[in-house]
């Protein structure tokens, strides 16, 4: 089966960084899109960046300019360098990932269980 751990997490102060790591393991064939999303207290899960195998990226408008999703596909892993940290920052950060297994005929959506970032104000 394949797993998806995420790292990177923490408690940083307003206008800080931190850059979350993703790593994907497991009988891959091939790793399709991959993403973050988060989810704050008492709300709903959100995008918040994608990249593509090709290295095609999007943002959520209200993290765009402050945070860079990147992937290294010899490793399997996708990133997500967060800078200039608001407390709306504040939230669960999930990896996603699309996943081709060997013998699959499909892609299928794998997710992390999720790492928290907290920034104080």
């Known amino acids: 089966q394949v797993q998806l751990v995420e790292s990177g997490g923490g408690l940083v102060q307003a206008g800080g960084s931190l850059r979350l790591s993703c790593a994907a393991s497991?009988?891959?064939?091939?790793?399709?899109?991959m993403g973050w999303y988060r989810q704050a207290p008492g709300k709903l899960r959100e995008l918040t960046a994608t990249i593509t195998s090709l290295g095609i990226t999007y943002y959520a408008d209200s993290v765009k300019g402050r945070f860079t999703i990147s992937r290294d596909n010899a490793k399997n892993t996708v990133y997500l360098q967060m800078n200039s940290l608001k407390p709306e920052d504040t939230a669960v950060y999930y990896c996603?990932?699309?996943?081709?297994?060997?013998?699959?005929?499909?892609?299928?959506?794998?997710w992390g269980k999720g790492t928290l970032v907290t920034v104080s104000s």
């Open positions: 497991g009988s891959i064939f091939r790793i399709n899109n």
């Open positions: 996603n990932a699309n996943i081709l297994v060997r013998g699959g005929y499909s892609g299928m959506d794998y």
